[in-house]
């Protein structure tokens, strides 16, 4: 059977499309081109960054717009408020103000030994989130003057899941949004596709598994990884009490689940969950956890699988 | 006066007669005996049952076994001069004439998972 492979620049990173058609990798890279227009938050032209200047409490917004809202509401509420869509103001006085695509990350090493102690994140008691509003019946998003939303935290998920839905007639077919992988069509699951789980020390594979239908995502600080002025490190995964860069003891976390975006909003959560607490979060579908030492450490089936493979 | 005449004993029959009538029913009861054996009734086996159920219609089975012989006339190469005749190959399993098929393409790199 052909397979047709596309690999291209989008949403600040690599996105990599395979599908049994030409057309369908075509369509797949222009509708993900007009998905990164619309709702990034580093064009100012955007849909996001328009509802985010607006000061009207009620904003008229496009289907996809609402979608986007949408998914970070329900990240938020599926984690009860850790995957938070309303700490943009507190992402960008950690320094993410601008787009980091192209920059080099700062040393993992340094910024571990330089860390604070580490803990697990908590959500917002005010749980802003929750005063946000999609009315999808007269197409607005309601939401506090001056809340403002990034849908970044479940937007290559999110990206990953559309896709899939349009290609949704192909026998089978692969969505990768720089890491958020979703594999889709029925002979998937005869013939996965095998995946390989980046370590995020040297970046060489920790783990092997094959994808049959379904979603894997990979969340961790070791990318968007920057100095600041003063000299101390901060990335991008805020926790949302504090509002400043969350260590909570794990690099990066790897999870499974039946879509992308609930993939990559487990794999967050479990992250600023801290290493206990996160692995009882991938429970149900599986994961992959590394320690700020380099220790991988597998959950739920992924667990089960070795310890009946040893 | 009367005369009493003493009562006449019957005639004893002969012995010739005795004979001749014993033979005949003999004979009679053979001959009985043998036009009931000729149509089957033997009478030393008993009565014949009433009804017997009739034998049920034997199936016979025809299997037929097809064997498909595709016979291919390979062309010899012009070194023997094509003097001889062209061998006869014998295929069991039908040979499709297609091109042969392409060589299959490369699987695709391995998906890679990591954060971005």
Redesign the interface.
């Known amino acids: 059977m052909t397979e047709h492979e596309l690999t291209f620049r989008c949403m600040g990173t690599d996105v990599r499309v395979l599908a049994p058609d030409r057309a369908g990798v075509d369509d797949a890279r222009e509708w993900l081109e007009s998905f990164d227009a619309r709702l990034s938050r580093f064009r100012p032209e955007s849909e996001l960054c328009a509802l985010n200047r607006d000061r009207c409490a009620a904003v008229s917004a496009s289907a996809l717009l609402r979608s986007a809202v949408s998914a970070g509401l329900w990240a938020a509420l599926r984690t009860r408020g850790l995957v938070d869509p309303t700490v943009l103001p507190a992402l960008r006085s950690a320094g993410y103000g601008a787009s980091l695509a192209g920059v080099a990350p700062a040393g993992l090493a340094a910024a571990l030994a330089a860390a604070p102690q580490r803990r697990a994140a908590r959500p917002h008691p005010a749980a802003r989130w929750r005063r946000v509003h999609v009315d999808d019946a007269h197409g607005v998003v309601r939401r506090p003057c001056g809340v403002e939303l990034d849908t970044g935290g479940t937007g290559k998920g999110l990206a990953a899941d559309a896709v899939a839905h349009r290609l949704a007639a192909r026998e089978r077919f692969a969505v990768d949004c720089g890491g958020d992988l979703r594999v889709g069509g029925d002979a998937a699951q005869q013939r996965p596709y095998e995946v390989e789980v980046a370590h995020p020390f040297g970046g060489e594979p920790m783990h092997r598994l094959w994808l049959g239908p379904g979603a894997i995502a990979t969340s961790g600080i070791d990318s968007r990884l920057w100095r600041r002025p003063d000299g101390t490190f901060a990335h991008h995964l805020i926790d949302p009490l504090t509002g400043a860069p969350a260590w909570t003891g794990l690099v990066t976390v790897t999870a499974l689940a039946p879509t992308a975006l609930e993939a990559e909003t487990l794999a967050k959560a479990a992250l600023l969950s801290g290493p206990s607490a996160g692995a009882a979060l991938l429970a149900e579908h599986g994961g992959v956890l590394v320690h700020d030492d380099g220790d991988v450490q597998l959950a739920g089936p992924l667990a089960r699988t070795r310890a009946r493979a040893a | 006066m009367t005369e009493h005449q003493a009562p006449r004993r019957p005639r004893r029959p002969g012995l010739l007669a005795v004979g001749g009538w014993s033979l005949a029913a003999f004979a009679v009861v053979l001959a009985l005996l043998v036009a009931q054996m000729r149509v089957g009734r033997d009478p030393a086996l008993g009565a014949r049952p009433a009804a017997v159920a009739a034998a049920a219609p034997r199936r016979v089975l025809v299997r037929r076994v097809i064997v498909k012989r595709i016979v291919v006339d390979e062309v010899r190469d012009a070194e023997d001069g094509g003097a001889t005749a062209p061998a006869r190959k014998v295929v069991l399993v039908p040979q499709r004439t297609a091109a042969p098929a392409p060589a299959p ?1 490369p699987a ?1 790199a ?7």
Do not use: E, F, H, W
């Open positions: 393409a695709p391995p998906l890679v998972t990591k954060t971005s």
